[in-house]
C-alpha cells in the first residue's frame, strides 16, 4: 500500500462510513416495512447495507495491516511503545 491513511484520516473515515451504515440500515428497514421484505426494492436496499458494511470492516482490516512509521521519525520519544498492528475487534 502506497499512501495508507494518516490515524486521523482513518478514524474521520471509520465515523463517515458508519454513519452511511446507520443511514443505509434505516432505509432498508423502512423499504422491508412499507413493501414488504420480498420486494426488490427491499432486496436492493439489503444488499447496499451489505456492501456498507463489508466496506466499514474492511477498511477496519486494512488499516490493521498498515505500517506506521516508527516513533522517532514520527518525532515521539524512543521510550514510547509504538504499536504498529493493531487488530480490530469486529461484532456482527
Known sequence: ??????????AAMSRYLSGIRRQIQEVSDLFSNRYGK?????????????SATLLEHELMLVDATVDYAPPEELGVDEEVEHVAHVTPSIVF
Open 1 to 10: 500500500m502506497q499512501y495508507p491513511l494518516s490515524p486521523d484520516e482513518h
Open 38 to 50: 420480498d420486494s426488490s426494492i427491499a432486496e436492493i436496499a439489503v444488499k447496499t447495507l451489505v
